[in-house]
């Protein structure tokens, strides 16, 4: 296959195997038990600015992107498993039979999940937004929320697509072990060093719910800019790069 037609039939399965996670059924469920939660924490939490900042400061927006962590897990690691062990494993088997390698569908079916999981995080962002800019149209700034969306959501979408890829082609157990260790990391890093304020604890985990609640208190201006200490951005810079090779690790193994 020439070049062109690698990239044409790249961009077909692709859209297929997109459109068929978008309409499933199990994900247009989670994007309504997400809107609603995500509703009920700007509605309750938020917008009380629980990070003892203004409810439209990166501080609180961040606690607000924070809430979807776990659900934004299970709906990464649910992809990975009708891929291999569900209902999708039908049509995994239909498709290595044809004669386009193994490889390259597992290239699109990655490919596909991780644009359906982005789909997923730009509807949560948006809707933290728009809830924001209804009520503090003049005060929210696009610039500032910026930062907490980079610095919460990468290094959660590479740790966690990281793991499940590379997991799930191993064993079923290591699969569902690695997310419940990564649910429970922030307790287990506690337990460990017997400190929930510890740089690890707070920062290691795929929450970082703790530090944005905590750290606001030690402000004298309470206006004072979203930002992330040393610390806290080398860690999270670590766990992105973990993720990251993971998840080659996890393209490769199956290739």
Same mark, same amino acid.
């Given at each position: 296959?020439?070049? =062109?037609?690698?990239?044409?039939? !790249? +961009?077909? %399965?692709?859209?297929? /195997?997109?459109?068929?996670? #978008?309409?499933?059924? @199990?994900?247009?469920?989670?994007?309504?038990?997400?809107?609603?939660?995500?509703?009920?924490?700007?509605?309750?939490?938020?917008?009380?600015?629980?990070?003892?900042?203004?409810?439209?400061?990166?501080?609180?927006?961040?606690?607000?992107?924070?809430?979807?962590?776990?659900?934004?897990?299970?709906?990464?690691?649910?992809?990975?498993?009708?891929?291999?062990?569900?209902?999708?494993?039908?049509?995994?088997?239909?498709?290595?039979?044809?004669?386009?390698?193994?490889?390259?569908?597992?290239?699109?079916?990655?490919?596909?999940? =991780?644009?359906?999981?982005?789909? !997923? +995080?730009? %509807?949560?962002?948006? /809707?933290?937004?728009?809830? #924001?800019?209804?009520? @503090?149209?003049?005060?929210?700034?696009?610039?500032?929320?910026?930062?907490?969306?980079?610095?919460?959501?990468?290094?959660?979408?590479?740790?966690?697509?990281?793991?499940?890829?590379?997991?799930?082609?191993?064993?079923?157990?290591?699969?569902?072990?690695?997310?419940?260790?990564?649910?429970?990391?922030?307790?287990?890093?506690?337990?460990?060093?017997?400190?929930?304020?510890?740089?690890?604890?707070?920062?290691?985990?795929?929450?970082?719910?703790?530090?944005?609640?905590?750290?606001?208190?030690?402000?004298?201006?309470?206006?004072?800019?979203?930002?992330?200490?040393?610390?806290?951005?080398?860690?999270?810079?670590?766990?992105?790069? #973990?993720?990251?090779?993971?998840?080659?690790?996890?393209?490769?193994?199956?290739?």
């Amino acid at each position: 296959m020439n070049l =062109l037609t690698t990239n044409q039939i !790249f +961009i077909k %399965l692709f859209y297929y /195997e997109f459109k068929r996670i #978008l309409f499933h059924k @199990f994900y247009l469920g989670i994007l309504l038990i997400g809107a609603i939660y995500n509703w009920l924490i700007l509605k309750g939490e938020i917008i009380l600015g629980i990070s003892h900042t203004a409810p439209f400061s990166g501080w609180s927006f961040g606690v607000y992107l924070c809430h979807s962590i776990p659900l934004l897990l299970f709906l990464i690691y649910f992809l990975f498993y009708q891929l291999y062990y569900g209902t999708n494993h039908q049509v995994r088997v239909l498709t290595l039979a044809t004669p386009i390698s193994p490889s390259y569908y597992l290239l699109i079916h990655c490919t596909a999940i =991780l644009a359906a999981v982005l789909f !997923f +995080i730009t %509807l949560e962002v948006t /809707e933290g937004i728009l809830f #924001l800019y209804s009520l @503090f149209p003049l005060a929210v700034s696009i610039k500032e929320l910026f930062a907490p969306i980079c610095f919460i959501y990468l290094p959660v979408l590479s740790l966690c697509f990281g793991f499940a890829l590379y997991s799930i082609q191993i064993h079923p157990v290591f699969f569902f072990g690695s997310a419940l260790f990564l649910l429970l990391l922030e307790p287990i890093m506690a337990f460990l060093l017997q400190d929930p304020s510890h740089i690890l604890v707070e920062a290691l985990p795929l929450s970082i719910n703790s530090y944005l609640i905590r750290y606001p208190l030690t402000f004298i201006d309470a206006d004072t800019p979203f930002y992330l200490i040393k610390g806290m951005v080398i860690i999270r810079i670590f766990t992105f790069l #973990l993720g990251s090779g993971c998840t080659f690790l996890g393209i490769r193994k199956g290739f």
